[in-house]
């Protein structure tokens, strides 16, 4: 049985990604010596070596457990900011 988990913290986060080329003959000139820059919002789960952001999440189940769909982990050496958002108080939570 999973222990209970507290509410996750809604965050954007900022980070940068490795970038590739189409696989063809190209200009030396063309080539770009800039990562891709990235944004992902979700909920925050952090790890040890990663940042996971999830942007699909369940209500919790009676054991305060929940379902997550679209997780994805991102290597804390490339995460360069993340910002806490406010999330929206449900109807019942008011």
């Known amino acids: 049985m999973p222990k209970k988990q507290k509410r996750l913290p809604l965050v954007h986060v900022e980070w940068v990604d490795s970038k590739g080329w189409e696989r063809r003959w190209d200009w030396l000139f063309k080539i770009e010596d800039k990562p ?3 944004e992902s919002v979700g909920y925050l789960l952090k790890k040890k070596k990663t940042v996971c952001v999830i942007p699909h ?6 054991d305060g457990d929940y379902l997550v769909e679209g997780a994805i982990a991102i290597p804390k050496c490339a995460v360069v900011k993340i910002t806490r958002l406010m999330p929206r108080k449900h109807k019942e939570e008011k």
């Open 36 to 38: 891709n820059y990235c």
């Open 57 to 62: 999440l369940s209500e919790p189940d009676k």
